[in-house]
């Protein structure tokens, strides 16, 4: 196995690029940090172009890596210029990003959660686990959101991107008009108490919830949109909610 | 009004130090950043030692500060050296930790969130709004727990201490031995489907909810004295969910 001791060595400098969204897009690929990541990958068949770890870290999990899957023993050193902080557990797989010619046309069936604009890293991940748990069969994000496939939205997605789809940087409008086609309720989100109360609704077809910006919430055109809006009741005197804990309360809600 | 031009300025230390525990329990007090936490406390009328303020933002809401808040306007560069951060918006209120000598024995009626050791400030501050949409009382935090005074907890909570009671450094087997001498119903939280479908509780009386530890989940010694202990089904493949999403989803089902 080949064992690398350089910051300059190539491909640490590809495994570094992946850090940037232009170094994701020239590789077609993206970093998993972390073996709880690399195994659900492995245990998900999803396409491995190295692994990558300590020496302590390769003792450690090396039997469980398939034979054909490259395999790079890295030093501390080089582990920490990789990672970008100064802890990582020591261990890394570079991994293919998913095929994102999805067509919204072909939607005909399954739960699916719509972002317009999610900013923060942290509840774009968060909000993609959340489906995962909640049975949704997949997550469109529209141009303007976090990338899913950057450090700390593959962080806080803790593996969920192997078991639902994740497609990056599409029009919500024409989903909303696609998925309508194909007889989805598609449900956006308010804080107006003019919208209907979520509690109130109980899906009786294949649906899709879209969530708006943190600042700005939806966009008023997607509003006018869709087949309802809704709106989760306060009791209290707080004037919103997080989006991910807002979309986790819907999400399990409406499944 | 005094003008403050220099980092060197005893009080600028002391508003320096409210951005640590220690500096926050000698002072008794500690920090909002930004006018829409400064607004809600003054709405609220909670105590407040001081105003700080650049020139601008002090043109901008001086006439929203009653008479007899002490105001203070700083520079520019005394405002980033108070925010520790770059690009404050310019505008503090330091104002008094709340009366922490609650006891849980004269606890008779609303809805309490207990938290045991949860670590992460957003988490904390999360929960603490979410609880306050939810329509509930107060929140305890056991010793262990992110400090709900720190500077990342106070910007997550979004002002929601000041419309609800937020207790620290509780001991939580004596707050759930007195709630339930009280007639409370207790709730713990697990992962295992061994304990009840939260979608099968309809509380009839006052009760608590706990949520444990990002890691470790709820102390088996809390889990062994509730009343029942509930988990979330999941549908899709996801391990867990983000504790204050699962906090969420728990709180607005059953309050």
Do not use: C
């Amino acid at each position: 196995m080949e064992i690398i001791t350089s910051n300059q060595n190539s491909r640490v400098k590809l495994w570094t690029s992946l850090q940037t969204a232009k170094g994701r897009q020239q590789s077609g690929s993206y970093l998993l940090d972390g073996w709880h990541l690399v195994q659900e990958a492995l245990n998900q068949a999803a396409p491995i172009q190295a692994v990558i770890a300590t020496e302590a870290q390769m003792d450690e999990h090396l039997a469980d890596v398939p034979q054909g899957v490259p395999a790079f023993q890295v030093t501390d050193e080089v582990a920490r210029h990789i990672a970008k902080t100064n802890n990582p557990q020591g261990i890394f797989a570079q991994t293919s990003l998913p095929n994102n010619s999805f067509d919204s046309k072909y939607v005909h069936a399954g739960q699916w959660l719509l972002l317009d604009r999610i900013q923060d890293p942290g509840n774009v991940g968060t909000l993609v686990r959340t489906a995962d748990a909640a049975g949704f069969t997949g997550v469109a994000l529209s141009v303007g959101s976090a990338d899913p496939f950057g450090p700390k939205v593959v962080r806080a997605m803790q593996g969920s991107q192997f078991h639902l789809k994740v497609i990056k940087d599409v029009d919500l409008a024409t989903w909303i008009d696609d998925l309508e086609e194909n007889n989805y309720d598609v449900y956006g989100t308010t804080l107006s108490d003019t919208s209907v109360d979520y509690k109130t609704v109980v899906p009786e077809k294949s649906f899709a919830l879209i969530l708006g910006n943190e600042g700005q919430g939806l966009d008023p055109e997607l509003l006018a949109k869709t087949s309802a809006n809704l709106h989760i009741n306060f009791l209290g005197k707080a004037e919103s909610l997080n989006v991910a804990v807002a979309g986790g309360i819907l999400m399990f809600a409406l499944n």
